[in-house]
């Protein structure tokens, strides 16, 4: 079976361009297409490629559904937001992962790195703009872009009960415990990137297959525009002037700001970012979650769907269910700032020292 997949992987034909197969996902100047590769059993697989700006697709691997003994399936995607995009991939028996780390200009793999991931959905790792890749299975590590030394040579920032990568601007965050009866405490290093650069972009595209490559009828499939921002279900879609969110399966359609930062995660929630404030909406069901009313100088949200932002006065705040009062997890005198997010945990640096909140 191993055999006849990565046969059917060397007969695929790429698309000619990304505009020609159908979107996975496009968040800002990424765009991640799909193709149907066949096999010679039941179930056909999904080649993944990636695009900047409508460029040339560069090749980033499979997908597919559960059951190929010994096929390795993309699971995470992770992006910078300019170039470099990384990949963790898992084989169907859950041994053998890997990092992969793609240069999007130039159409090809830079990095490759061990991970010792042993099942889907795990995220335990980031990519730099430099290009490097941070991990944290065997402690804290920064693979250099095009590393091929020893990785055991490589210098661990973390002890092997680090976790809960987070990235922003030039810190990397973790959390730590000496012992599992110690508490969990943030720790941040500076990398090799300039303060402005923004947190990865994190897709989950487990066990795609081609399935999801098929137009489903629906109220979401059917809505008129143009396609501006999308994840495996999650579509938001600009017609004459408006915008307009929905996810595939569900029948909810929400109106979304006319301009201004879109931002689609966990494939449930999407974030939107105007000179009104930031809305955390549910596409699921198309309510509004979470509110950051006036100006907001900057924003994360874990996959759990918890929003925080600094605000306009410059206090770190937290949002609460039902409109209630957000919670202040740094004034203004601490002057929080590098706010990011893991899967879980909500990291910032507080008078110089790095700081977390977990629910």
């Given amino acids: 079976m191993v055999a006849a997949v990565l046969a059917a992987a060397a007969l695929a034909t790429p698309p000619a361009s990304c505009a020609s197969a159908r979107t996975v996902v496009l968040d800002g100047p990424l765009r991640i297409v799909g193709t149907r590769v066949a096999t010679r059993h039941k179930r056909d697989r999904v080649g993944l490629y ?10 980033i691997g499979q997908s597919g559904y559960p059951g190929f003994s010994g096929a390795t399936d ?17 084989r169907d028996s859950g041994t053998g992962a890997r990092y992969r780390v793609f240069d999007l200009r130039r159409h090809r793999q830079v990095t ?29 590590q920064v693979i250099p872009r095009g590393f091929r030394g020893d990785e055991a040579s490589l210098t661990k920032l973390g002890s092997t009960r680090s976790y809960d990568l987070a990235y922003v601007g030039s810190t990397l965050y973790w959390s730590t415990s000496a012992d ?12 090799d990137a300039p303060a402005a ?8 595209i487990t066990h795609l297959g081609p399935y999801n490559l098929t137009r489903h009828p629906g109220r979401c499939e059917d809505l008129p525009g143009r396609l ?25 359609v929400a109106p979304v700001a006319s301009s201004g930062e879109l931002r689609i995660v ?32 900057s924003a994360t949200v874990n996959q759990d769907g918890r929003l925080a932002w600094i605000d306009g006065g410059g206090r770190l705040l937290l949002a609460r269910s039902r409109g209630r009062t957000p919670v202040v997890l740094a004034p203004a005198s601490d002057a929080p700032s590098a706010l990011a997010a893991s899967q879980e945990t909500i990291y910032w640096t507080s008078a110089g020292a790095p700081r977390r909140w977990q629910r």
């Fill in 112 to 140: 490759l790195a061990r991970s010792a991931a042993s099942g889907f959905g795990e995220d335990p790792f980031r990519v730099l703009p430099t290009g490097a890749l941070a991990r944290s299975d065997f402690g804290i």
């Fill in 74 to 90: 993309v699971d995470v995607v992770t992006f910078d937001g300019a170039r470099y995009l990384a990949t963790i991939t898992v």
């Fill in 228 to 252: 501006v921002a999308a994840s495996v279900h999650v579509r938001v879609v600009a017609h004459r002037g408006a915008r307009r969110v929905c996810s595939i399966g569900w029948n909810k």
């Fill in 266 to 297: 966990a494939d449930e929630w999407l974030l939107t970012r105007d000179a009104a404030g930031a809305r955390l909406i549910a596409t699921s069901t198309g309510g509004v979650a979470a509110r950051a009313p006036g100006q907001v100088r």
């Fill in 50 to 59: 990636a695009c900047l700006r409508g460029g040339r697709p560069t090749a």
């Fill in 180 to 191: 599992p009866a110690s508490p969990v405490v943030a720790v941040a290093t500076a990398v």
């Fill in 197 to 204: 650069a923004p947190e990865n972009r994190v897709y989950d």
